[in-house]
């Protein structure tokens, strides 16, 4: 048998119904072991002549035992990828209802034209006089955000949403230190409904963190929020819209106060999928903003990158912008590497990133942004509110949702529903995996109790809508009928069954070593 460590639950077996297989197989879903459990010593997918003799230039430096490689054959290192492959769920598989996360179709025409050679094969240090179109590409794509959103400059190179908070608050500080009042404006106002990297990122800056209750309707208690305006206060960091998935109805009046103290408004754009082409953050009073591409303008999401989360900044904060900047200079473009070379005072706080930001991710985003249009992005916005809550009203009377709607593009229930059955929104979640779908956000926003936060985009069709909300409806009546066992097991056909999270948290197996009975025979 393989060997499981590290991985104590086992397969989905008879409970669900089924026979015990011979060797752990479920029909032509493959039980799989590691890739170290299947390589052997001496095995290798292709023959080469043994090297020439040559003197070591290593010294002392040199390997001294085996590099620990499995050895396989080429069959079996595309088998055993293969068969991973399938077990990995994707929103090109179903519906992927995570909220707050937003798992967006990602069409093959932006794939296509990222491929193109001269985007794939560009060298981040190739002259620029050979890499004219790619900059004006990332031109027209900072054109495009900036009209979008309505504020004079964007900063290209952020890696990521959480990269983006820490540029713009970076630019914040320095505006502050250019003012001269860098020493006493060190804290950030961070409402209980903002995305959990805000804090994080605050606090990664340098900052003091000092959270805003939230309302019983779900949004920014301006009372409390005015009762901590001061001298001091060198931003706030709000969500919009937030991850109650609500509209921050008082957003220009709290943009007000906060100017009115001198601080700055730094607003996470990671939603803005729901509102681009509606209204502009510009408009709203926003000093800062980053932007997802992968949640708005559908690039590839997860897996490590590469991600690319540009931030759009107000007059106010444009001229603390980090490197390198793209200018259009006698019919060309040229990057603008030193802050020195644009001649107008500008103060940027330096660089993020040892280049440019992600090539690919630019082509893609743009590719998607101009084969919709700007009717179209505003239709995709309006389409993804109005499925949020579609299934916001069509679930409204077997779950409970803790704030009337409607909402934008995230419908958000409580645990309610599951009180004195004995299930729990983790239960839930795990009997949805059995249903063929990935679980919703679960206990997020964390001002919601039991909160299952599910993001549904405008890429679904009404059919692909209403069967999910036809396996949510039932497995809400299954947990009031007293169906616990369904839960409580749950899942029973997922590649492994429920693990213990508290030991996959706190105690992670994460290499792998050879069982004691391979190290006996060496």
Known sequence: MMNRQGRPSTPGDAAAGGVDTVLGHRGLDHEEGLIFEQGQAGRTGVDLPLPPAVRSRLGGLARKGEIGLPGLSEPQVVRHFVRLSRRNYAIDMGLYPLGSCTMKHNPRLNEKLARLPGFGDLHPMAPLSTTQGAVELIGTLAHWLKTLTGMPAVAMSPKAGAHGELCGLMAIRAAHEAAGEGATRKRVLVPESAHGTNPATAAYCGFNVDAIPATEDGRVDLGALKAKLGPDVAAIMLTNPNTCGLFERDIREIAEAIHSVGAYFYCDGANFNAIVGRVRPGDLGVDAMHINLHKTFSTPHGGGGPGSGPVVLSAALAPFAPLPWIVERDGGFELVEEPNERGDGAQSFGRMTAFHGQMGMYVRALAYMMSHGADGLAQAAADAVLAANYILASLGDVMTAPFEGPC?????????????????????????????????????????????????????????????????????????????????????????????????????????TPPAVAKAAE
């Open 408 to 512: 934008m593009h995230e419908a958000l229930f409580d645990d309610r529903f599951l009180k004195d059955t004995g299930v729990t929104t983790l239960d839930f979640a795990k009997a949805m995996i059995d249903e063929g779908y990935h679980p919703m956000t679960m206990y997020f926003p964390l001002v919601v109790h039991g909160a299952m936060l599910i993001e549904p985009t405008e890429s679904e069709s009404k059919e692909s809508l209403d069967e999910f909300i036809a396996v949510m409806r039932r497995l809400a009546q299954a947990a009031k009928a007293g169906e616990v066992d369904r839960f409580a097991g749950a899942p029973f056909y997922a590649p492994r069954r429920r693990l213990d999270e508290t030991a996959a948290a706190r105690k992670p197996v994460l290499r792998w």
